[in-house]
């Protein structure tokens, strides 16, 4: 029989999950985002709420629907090697080549950058970034609970200060919200839609899920209703929390632009704030909460990539993958914020789909018996429109003329796939083809439906 956990039970575990996602990308996107969006910020915040909020709510969710282990398990539903290729993809991605540098050099941004000199901004990223990265090594090499515990002070600590600078705006704005960025002059709920995907925390959601899982089977819930009403109560206290701290972030950007001006980067807004604010107090305090909370989230994807590759090849060593991560970290840190989410955008159009894809497919799953034809043809349709896109995405941030094979593929899909300029282009397609061969996974009869049946 189920423990019936109390809401303080709920509360523990929905900031516990808080801190999982809360790093460095939820800060300084929803306050890029009020910048650009201006007086449509309330249009496009309601965008970002459904990729930034809803999505990984839903994916910590599908973990525990779907009965998966974990995400290799629920993605190798297509196939074991898509299963295998998409979490690496996906583990390198919330890791080595973007949001573990991120850590860095948003920690750098807020932190570090208001105080030194515009000639020393390069050699002061190189240092403070050798002094993060090797912390987070160490740390990772000999984890203790001493990162546990700083996690715990911090989730509150963030929130606090978070909070107390956002009442400031609040009551007393630094302006009021100018006209949009041409982005988002028009269409700005799917702009902000899509700029939810720069949190990463929809794809770090399908890892996640298996950590709030074990967490609520410590505290007596075992049966599989229990467990995911649990993980749900729990991820609304997360998924209210991130709405709160988006929301007013958001707000906080929109209106800095006349007194800060329409900066590259959100991290700028977030120091330039708190010194309007509260000086150079309030600067420091928020630079020194706001890089430990990175730090923690550094070592947190450190030690949850060195654990999964070590797994895949034993043969090299746990210490070996943290020391790679670490060191590669580094580099791609001194890139500079601005070009690593740059780049990070073509990757996140092309992988976003197919894990929103693949949430859906988990939640679906019963109503087409598990069959695998219609995760097969979903993934297969959604691929070869989010590759497309990832590609015209990386073109586009190269400043480069798309090749005329490429731009043959965009005009083609432009003329027939609704909402594709948006970004959407594989979303009516891939509830089509749900809907076509889960009828005809539904009338088949035989050995493939009742193996598909057994296997999941």
């Not at 006209?179 to 995907?197: M, R």
């Not at 859906?360 to 979903?378: C, E, G, M």
């Not at 990386?394 to 083609?412: C, E, R, Y």
Request: proline letters at 4%; aromatic letters at 12%.
């Amino acid at each position: 029989m189920d423990t019936k956990l109390s809401f303080k039970a709920y509360a523990v575990v929905g900031m516990m999950l808080f801190a999982l996602f809360f790093g460095a990308g939820n800060l300084i996107f929803p306050a890029q985002l009020g910048q650009y969006a201006g007086s449509e910020v309330w249009v496009a915040i309601a965008g970002f709420l459904i990729t930034g909020v809803g999505l990984p709510l839903l994916g910590i969710l599908a973990i525990g629907y779907s009965k998966s282990s974990d995400l290799q398990d629920l993605s190798s539903r297509v196939h074991p090697i898509f299963g295998l290729v998409f979490t690496a993809a996906l583990y390198l991605t919330i890791g080595p080549f973007f949001a573990l540098p991120r850590t860095g050099a948003v920690s750098y941004e807020v932190g570090i950058a208001p105080f030194i000199g515009q000639e020393y901004m390069s050699i002061g990223l190189i240092v403070f970034s050798a002094i993060f990265f090797g912390i987070a090594l160490w740390l990772s090499l000999n984890p203790s609970k001493m990162v546990d515990s700083i996690g715990k002070f911090l989730s509150p600590a963030i929130l606090v200060t978070l909070g107390v600078l956002l009442i400031a705006a609040i009551f007393n704005p630094m302006g009021s919200p100018e006209a949009p960025q041409e982005a988002y002059a028009s269409g700005a709920f799917l702009k902000g839609f899509t700029e939810g995907y720069n949190t990463m925390d929809a794809l770090a959601s399908l890892v996640f899920g298996i950590i709030v899982i074990a967490t609520v089977r410590k505290l007596g819930v075992t049966s599989s209703k229990g467990i995911l009403t649990a993980t749900l109560k729990s991820g609304v206290v997360a998924a209210a929390l991130l709405a709160i701290v988006y929301t007013g972030i958001a707000y906080l950007g929109a209106t800095s632009t006349s007194t800060l001006g329409v900066l590259e980067t959100g991290g700028p807004v977030l120091s330039g704030a708190s010194g309007h604010y509260f000086g150079t107090f309030g600067t420091l305090l928020l630079a020194v909460i706001i890089t430990l909370a990175c730090l923690t989230t550094a070592i947190g994807l450190i030690v949850a990539n060195a654990e999964f590759f070590h797994k895949l090849t034993p043969k090299i060593s746990y210490k070996t993958y943290v020391v790679v991560f670490s060191v590669f970290s580094f580099i791609v840190a001194n890139a500079g914020l601005a070009n690593i989410i740059t780049y990070s955008i073509p990757v996140l159009m092309f992988l976003y789909p197919l894990a929103i894809v693949l949430i859906i497919l988990a939640f679906t799953s019963p109503l087409f018996k598990h069959d695998r034809l219609v995760y097969v043809a979903t993934i297969t349709v959604t691929f070869f429109i989010a590759i497309i896109d990832g590609l015209k995405t990386l073109t586009g941030s190269l400043g480069v003329a798309n090749p005329g094979w490429l731009q043959a593929i965009i005009d083609f899909y432009a003329a027939i796939l609704p909402l594709y300029a948006d970004g959407l282009g594989w979303l009516l397609p891939a509830v089509v083809v749900i809907a076509v061969t889960g009828l005809i996974a539904r009338s088949r009869k035989g050995v493939s439906v009742q193996t598909a049946q057994n296997e999941y």
